[in-house]
């Protein structure tokens, strides 16, 4: 059985590094925090059999050499950085329950075929250098000097960052990112980070893909002027057009019924900003999620015809700027398929849920077949100290993790056979 008690322990020590007074966490990447950190889940790494080493981009990679050494590994991956005053599960419960799915295998004397590689992702959270999912960028060849080059609030930059742990960013390029046939699967493990799971009752859900954003600024234009003089019919008030339109937001998100599409407008600026001053600008960044990229864009494109139509009837002006625009990806329907498998042979009730919220998995599909594990979390509660998940729900959710990586490590793959027989002749 999988080990809750350690798994629970281990949690909580983790949890202690970063901590604050009251009771969050911070351990941004790359800092004493996240060094302390590292350190100790190194040597849980290799009290379950692994070696360990960071590559230059800042990942913890823990590897069991299986039967094949050579071959593709599965890799269980997550992180341990975490926001400004967050929780102590996100992201860590899936290098835990990684390493834990590791530590069983050598306590039952089972030798995977495979390799297998649990990670611990450099900043994920994007709350040191405010650009996320960097470890898992950098695997996947998606990262630039650019974001080597941005510093945090202290003024030190990433790649300076990165030197201070010993690291040569400038070899991220030639020796930290893998190749396509690289990796056999990709496998994690997270919390919720929102209501579904405990809404349904569940401890455990299987993830079927992972919503993509696109953020847009809108920006509409009126004229600026005094709010004690100017006549209501006469004003060109830049606010009150941009408030129409983030209605407008919500009410066709709301229009695709029993669809995941989600639309958020969550930062507004107006000017020129004063009590006594009709709008003349108003902006506002809009974040629209969907697992399919076509219904997404067709929200979008509502939203932009009606706000021209609000801002024609309201004698405005309306621009709008793409600022990103991340593909949703879709879990490979292989690996979904086993985790059902295996949930129905552990007499686990698993839904099947989508993810809103990115994660290192996001990045990593592109470059191997992926497949994620949702744990309850208690009122959908996450980037916030009083984020919680049971030991139960999280044990339950390893042991799902461990057959589905045992299922792949165990695999005879064409190739192996061939090199065995090749051996042979
Ligand atoms: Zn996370």
Not at 17 to 31: D, N, Y
Not at 191 to 198: A, K, N, R, S, T
Not at 252 to 261: A, D, E, I, Q, Y
Not at 351 to 367: F, K, N, R, T, Y
């Amino acid at each position: 059985m999988i080990n809750a008690a350690r798994l629970k322990e281990r949690i909580e020590t983790l949890g202690r590094i970063g901590r604050l007074p009251g009771g969050g966490v911070t351990r941004v990447a790359l800092s004493m925090e996240d060094k302390e950190a590292q350190e100790v889940v190194s040597a849980w790494m290799e009290e379950a059999g692994m070696q360990v080493r960071l590559d230059h981009a800042g990942n913890l990679i823990g590897r069991l050499g299986g039967v094949h050494p050579d071959e593709a590994p599965v890799v269980i991956g997550s992180h341990i950085d975490s926001v400004v005053n967050g929780g102590k599960y996100d992201g860590v419960i899936g290098v835990l329950g990684g390493i834990e799915v590791v530590q069983h295998m050598k306590e039952e004397n089972i030798r995977p075929l495979l390799p297998l590689e649990v990670i611990a992702f450099c900043e994920e959270e994007g709350s040191r250098f405010q650009s996320g999912l960097f470890g898992s960028r950098a695997m996947i060849g998606a990262t630039s000097e650019q974001d080597l080059l941005l510093t945090d609030k202290q003024g030190v930059s990433r790649r300076d960052a990165l030197a201070l742990f010993g690291l040569e960013p400038d070899r991220i390029q030639t020796e930290a990112v893998r190749t396509k046939d690289g990796i056999r699967a990709y496998l994690e493990m997270h919390i919720e980070q929102g209501p579904v799971l405990e809404k349904m009752g569940a401890p455990v859900g299987i993830v079927t893909g992972i919503a993509g954003p696109a953020w847009i600024e809108v920006v509409v234009e009126g004229k600026a002027g005094h709010a004690g003089i100017l006549p209501m019919e006469m004003r060109q008030d830049a606010f009150l057009g941009a408030s129409e339109i983030a209605l407008l937001v919500e009410q066709t998100c709301l229009s695709f019924k029993g669809s995941p599409v989600v639309g958020t407008v969550g930062h507004v600026e107006v000017k020129p900003g004063g009590s006594n001053i009709v709008p003349g600008l108003a902006s506002f960044s809009m974040d629209i999620r969907d697992i399919d990229v076509d219904r997404r864009n067709e929200v979008i494109r509502q939203v932009k015809e009606g706000a021209l139509r609000i801002c024609e009837q309201r004698g405005l002006r309306v621009q709008f700027h793409e600022r990103m625009d991340v593909p949703p990806v879709q879990c490979t329907p292989g690996i979904v398929e086993v985790m059902k498998e295996q949930a129905k042979a552990m007499h686990l009730v698993c839904p099947e849920l989508v993810s809103g919220a990115g994660h290192d998995a996001q990045l990593m599909a592109a470059i191997s077949d992926m497949g994620m594990i949702f744990v309850r979390c208690r009122d959908g509660i996450s980037h916030n100290p009083e984020e919680f998940a049971e030991t139960e729900d999280i044990k339950l959710g390893t042991e799902l993790l461990f057959r589905v990586a045992k299922h792949y490590a165990m695999q005879q793959t064409v190739g192996m056979t061939e090199k065995t027989s090749a051996v042979g002749d």
